[in-house]
Nanobody
Framework: QVQLVESGGGLVQTGGSLRLSCVASGSTSMINAMGWYRQAPGKQRELVATINRSGTTTYADSAKGRFTISRDNAKIIVYLQMNTLKPDDTAVYYC??????????WGQGTQVTVSS
């Protein structure tokens, strides 16, 4: 079993920054890729960014140039640094881990609200 706990969400003004953290615990040796997704009210959950064990990253177009995903493999923590935030970034942000069995696991989510 792998558990994911997010933190770092909050309320920020347009143009501000936040850093989200996701701490993994349990059978962390099973984790391959980790990432962040988000879900705004009335919308489907969407990819924000992912990072694999070797550090290869992918970003949604909406995140490129503003968000940076990073990973501490020793502590099994994944971060999402979000800069130049916009009201459209308002959503619940979820940490995701894909384990060696192929299962996709989720954290409980953290709310990010960007005021205009």
């Amino acid at each position: 079993q792998v558990q994911l706990v997010e933190s770092g969400g909050g309320l920020v003004q347009t143009g501000g920054s936040l850093r989200l953290s996701c701490v993994a615990s349990g059978s962390t040796s099973m984790i391959n890729a980790m990432g962040w997704y988000r879900q705004a009210p009335g919308k489907q959950r969407e990819l924000v960014a992912t990072i694999n064990r070797s550090g290869t990253t992918t970003y949604a177009d909406s995140a490129k140039g503003r968000f940076t995903i990073s990973r501490d493999n020793a502590k099994i923590i994944v971060y999402l640094q979000m800069n130049t935030l916009k009201p459209d970034d308002t959503a619940v942000y979820y940490c995701n881990a894909v384990v060696t069995t192929g299962w996709s696991l989720w954290g409980q989510g953290t709310q990010v609200t960007v005021s205009s």
